[in-house]
């Protein structure tokens, strides 16, 4: 292939890599460029290894029968009697099933009459057609010791109805109003006043004011788990009211888990929220304008087991400063550094990013040591491998810590080659299959080269290619022999993979059962 059409081929590879400034629809997945927006994911299911209890057999055949005994209006009237009978500790993996299998024939009624109680209320909009407001105000009348509710994408209902509702839930433990975008001061005052044994709180994407939530602080001690992501009126002056409503010594001993992604605070407040809590574990600064978090690198840095600083412009400097004071990390987010969410910058910018190989190899010894990491992106930090000729501070990385991982994000990072994995592939005399389940290297230069460093990953249970080089002309190489070598797979993403036939991509798993054993060939 001539140089032109090399960089011709390179251009395209990079312009296909989308920006990484908006966060994916699911706040709580990994936001990580691990979904494809036409996604050719190929999945099978393999034999399971334990025998689920009587229970859960009896709710997996009332589910799948329930559509057609709701249309027999006399075997409704019967099987009714005993959906009323069914432990309240049934009834919310009873409605999980059931929003599976045939959410448009849960309604308003049904849903009031025989799956508001239980421990557990887990209700999304997008998801269960039929609930209404009024199936909402229901929820303290049918089931005053609620101990956790969950209410998803409900934007429609008015701040002052969810005020109501929760003013009455004095037992709560945990709530999770993601995507309630009306939720604002009324209702955090409200859990904030009735429910003082609340451990877990999830406003994302509300409209939770910074003084409200300080009440909130104070008001529940026992809180644990705190997240406000994408909340837009989080600013540097609407936070100005929490800072002056805390003293400057108080300090939340209890919480452990802080989500403030997509929040437009700077250095000084964000380094400040992060103080209150001394005994922070986990913590969430994605896609936020931090530069220099002073407080992770100095003394007072809480134990971190989790961080994410994707698409932040922490330095480089920084950076290793606030990892080196982590030695009990377990999960590593660092996507795309240098570009945030307001910029106009895409991944395929490499100008902007801060992560480069200098950057990764002094990441790399420090991360050698650390025995208990068990997840790490690296997604679209396009600057590294740029101007590689030799053994690669990604192959270096690889070698040394990505296999011992569980979970390993190199998607977004064109440059990459086969070469650069093959670091899983361990020395005989010290043969360990690398730890890795989870391996995504969406959008990367990978191809057929790599098929021997990926077949050693035998715990390997999902794997991303999409857009990447592989193929599956011949049955000896490619695909073929990850497929053989990983049994546990079960899911593999191939989509824009140019090597495969387009047909193919969704049903891989079956072409590849039908190349190795003839008489189960898909046609």
Not at 122 to 129: A, F, V
Not at 131 to 144: A, F, G, H, M, Y
Not at 309 to 321: E, R, W
């Amino acid at each position: 292939m001539s140089s032109s059409n090399s960089r011709k081929k390179q251009r395209t590879t990079r312009s296909s890599v989308p920006a990484l400034g908006a966060p994916s629809e699911a706040d709580e997945q990994s936001n990580d460029f691990n979904n494809p927006t036409s996604s050719a994911s190929s999945s099978r299911v393999l034999p399971t290894t334990t025998i689920p209890s009587l229970s859960t057999l009896c709710a997996r055949r009332f589910a799948a029968s329930y559509k057609k005994i709701r249309e027999n209006e006399f075997l409704w009237k019967a099987t009714a009697q005993y959906l009323k009978l069914a432990p309240d500790s049934m009834i919310p993996k009873i409605l999980a099933m059931l929003v599976t299998t045939c959410p448009t024939f849960l309604d308003h009624a049904v849903i009031v009459t025989y799956f508001l109680r239980g421990p557990l209320i887990s209700l999304d909009m997008n998801k269960l057609p039929g609930v209404k407001e009024s199936t909402i105000l229901q929820i303290p009348r049918l089931n005053p010791s609620l101990r956790e509710v969950e209410l998803t994408k409900f934007g429609k209902i008015s701040d002052e109805k969810f005020a109501s509702v929760f003013s009455r839930l004095t037992e709560l433990r945990r709530v999770v109003l993601r995507d309630c975008t009306k939720v604002g001061l009324k209702t955090v005052v409200a859990i904030a006043k009735s429910c003082p044994h609340l451990k877990i709180a999830n406003l994302n994407h509300t409209s939770s004011p910074p003084a409200a939530v300080g009440d909130l602080l104070l008001s529940c001690p026992q809180l644990e788990v705190l997240k406000l992501a994408g909340i837009s009126n989080w600013t540097d002056g609407t936070f100005s009211k929490l800072a002056k409503a805390l003293d400057k010594k108080t300090r939340f001993v209890s919480l452990r888990t802080l989500k403030l992604r997509m929040l437009s605070l700077s250095d000084n407040n964000l380094n400040f929220m992060v103080s209150l809590f001394p005994n922070l574990r986990r913590l969430d600064l994605s896609f936020t304008p931090a530069r220099h978090l002073l407080i992770l690198s100095s003394p007072e840095s809480p134990d971190l087991e989790k961080i994410s600083l994707t698409s932040t412009q922490v330095t480089s400097s920084d950076l290793l400063a606030i990892i080196a004071r982590l030695p009990c990390l377990k999960t590593l987010s660092l996507g795309a550094l240098g570009v945030r969410e307001s910029s106009k910058a895409t991944v395929s910018n490499s100008s902007a990013m801060t992560m480069n190989d200098y950057t990764l190899r002094e990441m790399t010894a420090i991360l050698t040591n650390f025995q208990d990491l068990e997840s790490v992106s690296l997604v679209a930090n396009t600057k590294l491998c740029i101007n590689t000729k030799a053994d690669s501070a990604v192959l270096e990385f690889v070698q040394q810590v990505g296999r011992r991982c569980k979970y390993l994000n190199l998607s977004g990072i064109p440059s990459i080659r086969s070469n650069d994995l093959v670091g899983l592939i361990a020395e005989v005399q010290h043969y360990t299959p690398p730890a890795l389940e989870r391996l995504l290297l969406n959008q990367t230069g990978v191809d057929d080269g790599a098929s021997a460093s990926i077949c050693s990953c035998r715990n390997l249970v999902n794997l991303g290619l999409s857009g990447t080089r592989f193929t599956s002309v011949a049955s000896d190489e490619g695909l073929f022999p990850i497929l053989d070598a990983c049994t546990r797979l079960e899911h593999l993403d191939l989509t824009s993979c140019r090597g495969v036939p387009v047909g193919d991509r969704r049903r891989f798993f079956q072409v590849w059962e039908g190349e190795r054993n003839p008489q189960y060939s898909v046609h």
